[in-house]
């Protein structure tokens, strides 16, 4: 028996997939990003070497079969080959946990320097190394906050009586909100 267990964990490790996942006692789990083992995420690396190797055979055999076909000859095909892409499904949840957790860390960095920045730190230095934003990201965030302030002070800073907010529309008789305000 203990032959049998020998040579099953080395075809195991032999196909790159965690122990974690075939044993049944070790019990797989999908939680926290923290909790992702070092091998999920030698897996992961693996799968995508598959994936895109997959993607190079997927693509020969298009080729064969569309110039084999007469659909168009291989220099058209060499023209549009860097067109065709292939989208595997991705484990999407653990794409977000690993992202939140980042951005939780980065927050909690930024927290931390709060009381630094202008000081020792620049705000676009914070924004580029801790938040890791690039140039147009920056540009984006920026004028995201104008136009917040400018929303603002249109409504005021508390919410403000800006007559034609639907906050502070009187309903009619019928129950319809009016445009005027008492």
């Given at each position: 028996m203990q032959d049998i267990e020998y040579f099953k964990k080395k075809l195991y490790r032999s196909l790159n997939v965690p122990i974690s996942r075939l044993e049944p006692e070790a019990g797989f789990t999908l939680g926290r990003a923290s909790e992702i083992s070092r091998d999920e995420l030698k897996f992961n690396k693996f799968v995508?070497?598959?994936?895109?190797?997959?993607?190079?055979?997927?693509?020969?055999?298009?080729e064969k079969q569309l110039v084999l076909k007469g659909v168009m000859s291989l220099e058209e095909w060499n023209q549009l080959t860097h067109y065709v892409k292939y989208d595997f499904v991705e484990d999407n949840h653990f794409t977000e946990l690993k992202n939140s957790e980042m951005m939780r860390e980065r927050i909690q960095i930024l927290t931390d320097l709060e009381q630094h920045v202008g000081t020792y730190y620049?705000?676009?230095w914070v924004r580029r190394n801790v938040l890791r934003l690039n140039n147009?990201?920056?540009e984006e965030m920026q004028i995201e906050m104008e136009q917040e302030q400018q929303d603002q002070s249109d409504?005021?800073?508390?919410g403000g009586a800006h007559p034609e907010a639907p906050w502070n529309q009187q309903p009619e008789e019928d129950g319809t909100p009016s445009s005027e305000a008492s």
């Amino acid at each position: 028996m203990q032959d049998i267990e020998y040579f099953k964990k080395k075809l195991y490790r032999s196909l790159n997939v965690p122990i974690s996942r075939l044993e049944p006692e070790a019990g797989f789990t999908l939680g926290r990003a923290s909790e992702i083992s070092r091998d999920e995420l030698k897996f992961n690396k693996f799968v995508r070497r598959l994936r895109l190797r997959f993607s190079q055979l997927f693509n020969k055999a298009l080729e064969k079969q569309l110039v084999l076909k007469g659909v168009m000859s291989l220099e058209e095909w060499n023209q549009l080959t860097h067109y065709v892409k292939y989208d595997f499904v991705e484990d999407n949840h653990f794409t977000e946990l690993k992202n939140s957790e980042m951005m939780r860390e980065r927050i909690q960095i930024l927290t931390d320097l709060e009381q630094h920045v202008g000081t020792y730190y620049s705000k676009d230095w914070v924004r580029r190394n801790v938040l890791r934003l690039n140039n147009q990201e920056i540009e984006e965030m920026q004028i995201e906050m104008e136009q917040e302030q400018q929303d603002q002070s249109d409504f005021g800073v508390g919410g403000g009586a800006h007559p034609e907010a639907p906050w502070n529309q009187q309903p009619e008789e019928d129950g319809t909100p009016s445009s005027e305000a008492s």
